[in-house]
């Protein structure tokens, strides 16, 4: 059975930093995306980073500079590095692993997901 386990986020000033991890098991994590999402109050759920097999990382517009998607896939834990916060990255944020193959800009599409974290609020206050 796969598992997404989260940790991390919490609340932040504007400029401050966090970092999410997200540790994988019942996965082997080598087939395709793994990935970021958030949802904030009010809108969609939107991809955040992504990662796929070849460690090619894709990132939302807002975030690009300012956020990092690194990975293990040996330890099946992945991470995402949140610097220069700001108010509007204020979200619930869930891991996601894909089984599909596919990679690249896939890696920030909600559609691609089979598998989620369990979520954790990250709040970023003025």
């Known amino acids: 059975q796969v598992q997404l386990v989260q940790s991390g986020g919490g609340s932040v000033q504007a400029g401050g930093s966090l970092r999410l991890s997200c540790v994988a098991s019942g996965f082997t994590g080598s087939s395709g995306c793994m990935g970021w999402l958030r949802q904030g109050p009010g809108k969609e759920r939107e991809g955040v980073a992504g990662i796929d097999s070849d460690k090619w990382t894709t990132y939302a517009q807002s975030v690009k500079g300012r956020f990092t998607i690194s990975q293990d896939r040996a330890k099946n834990i992945m991470y995402l590095q949140m610097n220069s916060l700001k108010p509007e990255d204020t979200a619930m944020y869930y891991c996601?692993?894909?089984?599909?193959?596919?990679?690249?800009?896939?890696?920030?599409?909600?559609?691609?997901?089979?598998?989620w974290g369990q979520g954790t609020q990250v709040t970023v206050s003025f």
């Open positions: 996601a692993a894909a089984r599909s193959p596919l990679g690249g800009n896939w890696c920030t599409r909600e559609a691609i997901y089979n598998y």
